[in-house]
């Protein structure tokens, strides 16, 4: 069990909090919460009733248009009913929101390991969310070899899960980011010029 499982009784409380608190003002009905969370609705329901007797979040009826799956393909709808949003003046907002970003969402060799099985990892660079940089314009960059596109979305998707924000990432093959760095491709200097950690570095980039 993690410190901030233990502190705050369980990991599905800590998704959920995360969630509200890096979507400042931003309704989600308790279906959306199970999705972005991963957790079941069982959970959700309950975790959320807990969140409210703290204030942290309020009820409050609401419409909103969201992406449903219908067969094979994905269609807007749009729905009313209850909708849960972050309370912006709950008394201790940004000590929160300090503990559970600095705490658990590093750029170490945890987030290394993630990318283990998206191919041959050349070039591995975090930024924005994972250094507390909020103005980032990309907080992830991979780039490497024979590169499992599909892996590294479910990856993305099971970080912004357990971080409870989504993730700006750009995944290149070697060939492609080499070249780009020689042309001082914009995207690219937007992410080296600026703060970030290099976590895998197999081209030496300068």
């Known amino acids: 069990m993690d410190t901030l499982t233990a502190l705050f009784g369980s990991e599905a409380k800590v998704r959920i909090i995360r969630l509200f608190l890096f979507n400042q ?3 989600f009905f308790s279906r959306e919460v199970a999705v972005r969370s991963k957790c079941s609705t069982s959970t959700v329901k309950r975790e959320l009733n807990t969140l409210m007797k703290a204030d942290l979040i309020r009820r409050r009826k609401i419409t909103k248009e969201i992406q449903v799956k219908h067969g094979k393909s994905v269609v807007a709808k749009k729905l009313k009913g209850d ?3 972050l309370n912006e003046k709950f008394p201790y907002l940004n000590p929160l929101k300090t503990l559970l970003t600095v705490a658990s969402i590093q750029a170490d060799e945890s987030l290394t ?3 283990a099985s998206a191919g041959r990892i050349k070039y591995l660079v975090a ?5 507390q940089n909020w103005d980032s314009r990309v907080d992830l960059l991979v780039v490497g070899e024979e590169l499992n596109l599909s892996k590294i979305e479910s990856i993305i998707k099971n970080i912004e899960a357990e971080i409870g924000k989504e ?3 750009s995944a290149f093959d070697t060939q492609d980011f080499e070249y780009r760095l020689g042309i001082h491709d914009r995207l690219v200097r937007d992410i080296l010029d600026y703060p970030h950690v ?4 197999k081209l030496n980039v300068v």
Not at 127 to 131: L, N, P, T, W
Request: hydrophobic content about 50%; aromatic content about 20%.
């Open 127 to 131: 930024a924005g969310v994972f250094i």
């Open 25 to 27: 003002g931003i309704p």
């Open 167 to 169: 993730i700006s990432y």
């Open 198 to 201: 290099t976590l895998i570095d």
């Open 83 to 85: 909708g849960y949003i």
């Open 113 to 115: 390991k993630c990318f």
